[in-house]
């Protein structure tokens, strides 16, 4: 990378474990295998807006690994082609003027499908881009894994594992609401993985009817307490996602959060036993990343700095078959990888006779294979 000599980095959208472990794989590769100049953008897209600016050099960068959030700040509500802080105006081309005044060669950007949307459309306005794929949703079409969805499964399975000896001492019904706004991934791994009875997702509608028929056969059959895991973009059949706030001019508007309370509510009408709610909201997304997100983390930062030297742009790193590797931003702008009813996690979810939240029938019907193919 002879003539690569600045690069621009920055984190978008909502924060998640593993940001600072990419800042880092990031910035000491390209300092140490290309003699690199890292700028750092404070908050996102809103560094480039407002010119906020940090120099990142090797030793800002040590000892941050394993820590949560980021060091350079993020915001959710900043697209500077609708920016919130002049009415929806579209300032990029201030951002592409202020790119090339920099003198930067390249902007790695780490964030979500918004993030990745605006970094396509900055490529397409003749900014060179990377990005990394960030969410705890993984949710990013393109990549099997995003980082930070290791983390916030292990932090629900926590939770769901604390829920059930509580559960079983007071013979309660314990929903416990995750975060996952269009895709369940969150809900239906950490369900897996803690044992909830019954797993809802935002791709399934649930059928009250059968959930009570579930927590009441678990009654007769013994087991006086039931553990139901719901993503918060999860709806009863027929109704609506449970919205908390619009944020108008964010990329990502839509706020979700209340469907467990509003599935206890229900659930009251046709069950006798005492119900509970838990969410557990941002804590899924604070604290330290597991050692699989930092590794994730760590393959991910080093192949996008890899990417700048060999300028590969407008493409976004990926984990495709176990393989790091790079997909089009093109591919990736403005779409959501959700849980096919075909996931193998489905199956055995059902295999191990968790409720999906409807009769087995009624998914058959909406097209899931409710057993593994096997070849
Ligand atoms: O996209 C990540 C995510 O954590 C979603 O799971 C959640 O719906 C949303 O962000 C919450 O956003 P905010 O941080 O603005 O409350």
Redesign the pocket.
């Known amino acids: 990378m002879a003539s690569t000599r600045r690069v621009g980095l920055l984190t978008g ?2 924060d998640c474990p593993g940001l600072n472990a990419v800042i880092r794989a990031v910035t000491k590769s390209l300092v140490l295998q290309h003699g690199a100049q890292i700028i750092g953008f404070e908050n996102g897209f809103e560094g480039l807006v407002k010119q906020r600016i940090r120099k990142l050099e090797y030793s800002d960068v040590s000892g941050i690994l394993s820590r949560g959030g980021t060091i350079l700040g993020s915001s ?1 509500k900043c697209n500077p082609f609708r920016y919130h802080e002049r009415g929806g105006a579209d300032v990029s081309s201030g951002v592409l003027q202020y790119y090339h005044e920099l003198g930067l060669d390249a902007v790695v950007g780490i964030g ?1 499908d918004g993030t990745m949307s605006i970094l396509h459309r900055f490529q397409e306005l003749g900014m060179n881009t990377v990005g990394v794929p960030k ?3 993984n949710d990013l079409v393109g990549t099997d894994r995003t980082f930070g969805f290791d983390t916030a499964v292990a932090i629900a399975v926590d939770a769901i594992d604390r829920l059930h000896t509580t559960a079983q001492s007071h013979s309660r019904v314990m929903i416990i609401e995750t ?3 269009y895709a369940g991934w969150i809900a239906l791994y950490a369900g897996v993985a803690g044992g909830a009875d019954i797993i809802l997702l935002p791709e399934i509608e649930y059928d009250l009817e059968e959930i009570a028929r579930v927590c009441r056969n678990r009654e007769i059959g013994g087991q006086h307490f039931t553990i139901i895991a719901i993503a ?1 973009g999860a709806r009863p059949r027929g109704g609506e996602m449970v919205v908390g706030e619009v944020v108008t001019d964010s990329p ?1 508007p839509v ?2 959060g209340g469907i467990g309370h509003f599935l206890k509510q229900q659930l009251e009408t046709v069950i006798k036993s005492e119900i509970r709610t838990s969410v557990l909201g ?1 804590i899924q ?1 604070g604290g330290t990343p597991t050692a699989y997100d930092r590794n994730l983390a760590t393959l991910y930062g080093s192949y996008a700095a890899a990417m700048v030297a060999e300028r590969q742009y407008g493409r976004m790193v990926a984990l495709q078959n176990n393989r790091v590797t790079s997909v089009a931003l093109s591919e990736v702008a403005n779409r959501t990888r959700t849980v096919p009813q075909d996931s193998p996690m489905i199956a055995s979810a059902i295999a191990v006779g968790t409720s999906l939240g409807i009769s087995n029938f009624d998914l058959r019907l909406n097209g899931s294979q409710i057993t593994h193919a096997i070849s």
């Open positions: 959208g909502g959710n979500g969410t705890i949703d975060m996952g706004r918060e990502d706020r979700l941002h997304r």
